[in-house]
Every structure is written in structure tokens, then in C-alpha cells.
């Protein structure tokens, strides 16, 4: 396994371009690949070899319009680091951009001389290797090909445009303007194009580097769980997320002045590959993170069916029997507890079940590479953080905020409805009369001389109806908000008393 990590790391450095993020994908999955992978390609995460300075100086001026030294006070030709798209190096900020910007110390990225050559034949050979699965029947079944390829294309064509990285880094802050938790870098838009991204310098610790973070006073162990939450609010709550945070994308920033403030903070950087999460697909993934905690295979199913992975007229009577039966004897491990259990039981379980899994109309929607990939590194970078990481224990709390905003919801809902019945209760009783009223003038003609009675009857029989809904609505609604809320819980109970005692009060005759 080490030898065939070095010779794929060699050859994407050699090739440059999307091989390198492979690379980088499989290097931060310490989840699911053993150390001699993961180990050997770690450092594609942070640099690849880097352009002669005079090369980057030479697209950066032609970009910007004007020499680097009138541009910058001074600038580092060492690069910090090295990436497979750009490279990016420390520089000064003249005196009439730092008054302008608040900002001194930037970091200054400029694009790969070539990558959008390199990033062209790239996907060129990933549209021919998909023309070739697209006529294998088991592919076809479960994705169009296509589709995701043009996705996988338009997301790494976007990510070579740094005025659409600098758009993404702006909006992802606003996300999270007011979470103390998460940082994102400033950018200098006067000194930023197509090619060339200059944004403030936020370099730190980075979030693996475990020993830097101990010095530090940080324990790695409490960064995982912080991590995971913030990567679940893009996904479940925010949907728009990092769909690239590999290691190399992240860092531990100590705060310079902790009191009432946290010690620490998330520094996000690198916004050219973002997703967005559809809303009903962001309902869908929040139905499946509260199935997964309450460890409720049918409403996982079900979760799965609204997010669009299951086709619509699946039977999943027995998925829902397998997931149960999953739930039961694995739900709830963290990663290294799995892999403590006996290979056998997975066996029996694949054997079991493996057949279901298969016979089943999977498919992989549209937009749900990006999803995968960042839920994936998530995943990954919290089992480098700390070994023993159990995912449960982020997913649990998270779920139960989840599910405490749903109830919330619902409350809202029910109690929309109480006052749209309420309302149509009050203006029941007006219309009837109107039609009596008719009745009683001669303007109503009817048949049955027993008609009047017969809507004297209706009226009271809807009236009960009405005072019944209303009972029901203020009291569901007064005990799912009593959590949350007990005055409100209260005045809802007590008021659903008045629509009880209207609809037993004796008839008259």
C-alpha cells in the first residue's frame, strides 16, 4: 500500500492539476484508508512543486496592469505555499491600500502559468471515461454520468476564476458573521482579477498540526467536535458550504485577546470550491441526521427517499429491516470502535443484507457530489484530530437543535392553522344566518319544509367540528412548544379550554 501511495503521489505531481486533489481527498480520509496511504500523500495537501517567481510575476503584472513593485510596498518570493491550481506568496500593501483596506500583511495568490490548459484536458479525459460508464447498464441505473460530470466541470471551472473565489469568500463570511466560532480572510478587491487574489494574510495553525496546537494550549481532541458542528450548520442550515476542507484549507487561530471571548478560533480560506445544498434537499439531509441520531432506520429510509438517492417507487420495506438491524448491533460506534469489531460480523451483515442493498433503484442525484466529498473530508479530519472521534457525539446534539427547530415549526404551523379555523368559525355562524335569513324573507326557495331544521342542525354539528379543531390545535401546540417555552405552552393549553367548554355546552332544542 506505501509504494502504490508514492507512485500515485508522483504521478500527481507530475500531472498537476485535478490529480492533486485526488490526492488530497484520499490523504484526508484517515476515516476509512490505512496510514501508509494517507500518510504518504499528506503532502499534496499543503504543496506541490512551485512556479519560478519570475513566471508568476510575469501573469500577475500582465493581470494587474502594472509592476509588482508599484503595487506592493514588498513581497516575498518564496511562495508559502504551493497548490495545485495557484501559489500564493506574503506581501505589504502600499500605504494608500492599507488606509483604504484596514489591511497590511496580505497573502498573494496567483494562478498555476497553463492550469487552465491542464484543467481542460483533465476533464476532457473524465467526460471520455464517462462516455464509457454511461454504457454500463449497473452505472447508468444508479447516476447520470454526464450530469455529474458537467457539475464535477463547472465547479472546477469556477474554481480557476478567483473573482468568483473572492464573491464565495465574501458570502461565507456573512454566514457566519456573527459565529465567534469561524474566521474568513478580508479580500482586496482593488488588487484582485480573474487570475491574481490578494486577501488578508490569516495564516495559523493548521488544524492537524497536533503538536503546534498542544504548544499552543489547545487540545486537538475539543477542535474535532467544533469542526464537525460548524461544517454541519453549511450543510443542514446555512447550504451554502466548503465543499474542499482538507487540512491544508484550514487553521487553529488563537485568540489574541480570550477573555469573554473563545480561545481559538476556525479560519476558513480557499472558496473556489463551494455547493449548494437545494433547500428540499437540505430538508431532506436534516430528516436523515435526525433518523441517523434517534438510530430510526425507517425515517432513514424515508430521509433518503426525500433527499433523492432512492427512486420514488422503490419497496424498502426490507432496506428498512437492514438499516434497523444496523442501527441495532453498530449504531452509535465512533470509527476505532468499528474497527475493533470482528471483520466476521460485517461478513455476516454483507451477506445478509448485501443482496437488498443492490436490488435496490439507488441513484446518485446531481448535486450531491460536493456533499459527499465535504461530508467525507469532515469526517476524515476530525479522525485526525482525535483518534477515538465518535461522530455520534456530534451528530446527537446537533440532531436534538435540529429537531427542537422542526417541533417549532410544526408549533408555528399548527397554530396558523388554529387561527385560520378560528377564523372560519366566526364567520360560519354569519354566513348561515345570511342563508336563514333568506329563508325566512321567502328569497330561499327550498323543497323540503324540513330544511330549516336540517341547516339548524348543520350549523351546530360544524360549530362542534370548529370548537374540536381549536381544542386539539392549542392543545398539540401548547405541549410541543412546553420544552421550549412554558409560558407559551401555558396560555395555549389554558386557551384551548374555551373552544372544549363551547363544544360540550347542552344543546337547545
Same mark, same amino acid.
Do not use: C, W
Given at each position: 500500500m506505501r509504494n502504490f501511495a508514492r507512485r500515485f503521489h508522483a504521478l500527481a505531481v507530475q500531472l498537476g492539476g485535478l490529480m492533486?486533489?485526488?490526492? =488530497?481527498?484520499?490523504?484526508?480520509?484517515? &476515516?476509512? @484508508?490505512?496510514?501508509?496511504?494517507?500518510? %504518504?500523500?499528506?503532502?499534496?495537501?499543503?504543496?506541490?512543486?512551485?512556479?519560478?517567481?519570475?513566471?508568476?510575476?510575469?501573469l500577475a503584472e500582465q493581470e494587474l496592469g502594472a509592476a509588482l513593485e508599484t503595487v506592493f510596498e514588498s513581497i516575498d518570493e518564496?511562495?508559502?505555499?504551493?497548490?495545485?491550481?495557484?501559489?500564493?506568496?506574503?506581501?505589504?500593501?502600499?500605504?494608500?491600500?492599507?488606509?483604504?483596506?484596514?489591511?497590511?500583511?496580505?497573502?498573494?495568490?496567483?494562478?498555476?502559468?497553463?492550469?487552465?490548459?491542464?484543467?481542460?484536458?483533465?476533464l476532457a479525459a473524465l467526460r471520455k471515461v464517462g462516455g464509457w460508464l454511461s454504457r454500463i447498464r449497473i452505472v447508468s441505473e444508479r447516476a447520470d454520468v454526464p450530469a455529474l460530470?458537467?457539475?464535477?466541470? =463547472?465547479?472546477?471551472?469556477?474554481?480557476? &476564476?478567483? @473573482?468568483?473565489?473572492?464573491?464565495?469568500? %465574501?458570502?461565507?463570511?456573512?454566514?457566519?458573521?456573527?459565529?465567534k466560532r469561524v474566521a474568513v480572510p478580508g479580500i482586496v478587491w482593488e488588487r484582485t482579477t480573474r487570475r491574481v487574489l490578494t486577501l488578508e494574510d490569516v495564516?495559523?495553525?493548521?488544524?492537524?498540526?497536533?503538536?503546534?496546537?498542544?504548544?499552543?494550549?489547545?487540545?486537538?481532541?475539543?477542535?474535532?467536535?467544533?469542526?464537525?458542528?460548524?461544517?454541519?450548520?453549511?450543510?443542514?442550515?446555512?447550504?451554502?458550504?466548503?465543499?474542499?476542507?482538507h487540512p491544508g484549507n484550514i487553521f487553529v487561530t488563537p485568540a489574541r485577546n480570550p477573555s469573554g471571548q473563545p480561545p481559538w478560533k476556525l479560519t476558513f480560506i480557499d472558496f473556489g470550491m463551494m455547493g449548494e445544498v437545494p433547500s428540499k434537499t437540505r430538508s431532506g439531509l436534516r430528516k436523515l441526521l435526525i433518523a441517523a441520531a434517534a438510530r430510526d432506520g425507517k425515517g432513514l429510509v424515508a430521509a433518503i427517499s426525500d433527499v433523492g438517492v432512492l427512486v420514488p417507487s422503490a419497496d424498502t420495506r426490507k432496506l428498512e429491516r437492514a438499516m434497523t438491524q444496523l442501527f441495532a448491533r453498530f449504531g452509535g460506534m465512533g470509527f476505532a470502535e468499528l474497527r475493533e469489531v470482528d471483520p466476521r460480523e460485517f461478513r455476516d451483515f454483507a451477506v445478509e443484507f448485501g443482496d437488498v442493498v443492490r436490488s435496490l433503484p439507488f441513484q446518485l442525484p446531481e448535486n450531491f457530489l460536493l456533499i459527499i466529498r465535504a461530508s467525507s473530508l469532515t469526517s476524515g479530519v476530525c479522525s485526525s484530530l482525535d483518534p477515538k472521534f465518535n461522530l455520534w457525539d456530534s451528530v446527537e446534539p446537533y440532531a436534538a437543535r435540529l429537531l427542537r427547530d422542526e417541533r417549532g415549526n410544526v408549533a408555528?404551523?399548527?397554530?396558523?392553522?388554529?387561527?385560520?379555523?378560528?377564523?372560519?368559525?366566526?364567520?360560519?355562524?354569519?354566513?348561515?344566518?345570511?342563508?336563514?335569513?333568506?329563508?325566512?324573507?321567502?328569497s330561499f326557495e327550498a323543497a323540503d319544509p324540513r330544511l330549516e331544521r336540517q341547516i339548524a342542525r348543520l350549523v351546530r354539528t360544524g360549530q362542534r367540528a370548529v370548537a374540536a379543531v381549536l381544542f386539539g390545535a392549542l392543545l398539540l401546540a401548547g405541549a410541543l412548544v412546553r420544552r421550549d417555552d412554558l409560558v407559551l405552552s401555558n396560555v395555549l393549553m389554558i386557551l384551548s379550554v374555551v373552544p372544549l367548554l363551547y363544544g360540550l355546552r347542552p344543546r337547545r332544542r
Open positions: 492533486i486533489k485526488v490526492g =488530497q481527498f484520499m490523504s484526508s480520509r484517515l &476515516d476509512v @484508508l490505512p496510514p501508509e496511504i494517507t500518510t %504518504e500523500l499528506e503532502g499534496l495537501q499543503d504543496e506541490v512543486p512551485p512556479v519560478p517567481f519570475p513566471a508568476i510575476k510575469a518564496t511562495p508559502i505555499a504551493a497548490a495545485s491550481l495557484g501559489q500564493a506568496h506574503r506581501a505589504t500593501l502600499r500605504r494608500t491600500d492599507r488606509e483604504e483596506t484596514g489591511l497590511s500583511s496580505v497573502v498573494f495568490k496567483v494562478q498555476r502559468p497553463g492550469i487552465k490548459a491542464i484543467v481542460d484536458v483533465d460530470i458537467k457539475e464535477f466541470a =463547472q465547479t472546477s471551472l469556477e474554481e480557476i &476564476d478567483y @473573482l468568483n473565489e473572492a464573491a464565495n469568500a %465574501e458570502r461565507f463570511a456573512a454566514d457566519f458573521a456573527d459565529d495564516t495559523a495553525i493548521k488544524i492537524t498540526d497536533a503538536g503546534a496546537l498542544r504548544k499552543a494550549g489547545i487540545d486537538p481532541a475539543q477542535v474535532a467536535p467544533v469542526f464537525a458542528s460548524v461544517m454541519f450548520d453549511q450543510l443542514f442550515t446555512n447550504g451554502f458550504f466548503h465543499a474542499d476542507p408555528r404551523d399548527i397554530a396558523a392553522q388554529a387561527v385560520n379555523t378560528a377564523t372560519l368559525a366566526m364567520g360560519l355562524p354569519r354566513r348561515l344566518d345570511g342563508v336563514l335569513t333568506r329563508i325566512e324573507e321567502g
